[in-house]
């Protein structure tokens, strides 16, 4: 079973920056593609950012320019750089690994708060 493990949240003031690491116990090249989710109090999980096995990246609009998702092999492990942070990223952030062969698996992370404040 793959084990996805999110770390690197906490509480930060508007304008700064932090980056979330989702460490895989796979070899995270096998992956089709690999997704940060978020979801804010009272609202629905919504796609953050994704990169695919080809190195196709794509953003949510609302954090276009901001964010930067990024992945590291030889660590198998997937990053989201976070700037100019707004209260409104606030929210948990969930790392997923989807994998197609035949069908479509998918792994979740347990998420990690990320918290935007003064």
């Known amino acids: 079973q793959v084990q996805l493990v999110e770390s690197g949240g906490g509480l930060v003031q508007p304008g700064g920056s932090l980056r979330l690491s989702c460490a895989a116990s796979a070899t995270i090249s096998s992956f089709t593609v690999m997704i940060w989710y978020r979801q804010a109090p009272g609202k629905q999980r919504e796609l953050v950012a994704s990169?695919?096995?080809?190195?196709?990246?794509s953003y949510a609009d609302s954090v276009k320019g901001r964010f930067t998702v990024s992945t590291d092999n030889a660590k198998n492990t997937m990053y989201l750089q976070m700037n100019n942070l707004d209260p409104e990223d606030t929210a948990v952030y969930y790392c997923?690994?989807?994998?197609?062969?035949?069908?479509?698996?998918?792994?979740w992370g347990q998420g990690t708060q990320v918290t935007v404040s003064s």
């Open positions: 997923n690994a989807k994998k197609w062969a035949l069908s479509w698996s998918s792994y």
């Open positions: 990169t695919t096995s080809d190195g196709v990246r």
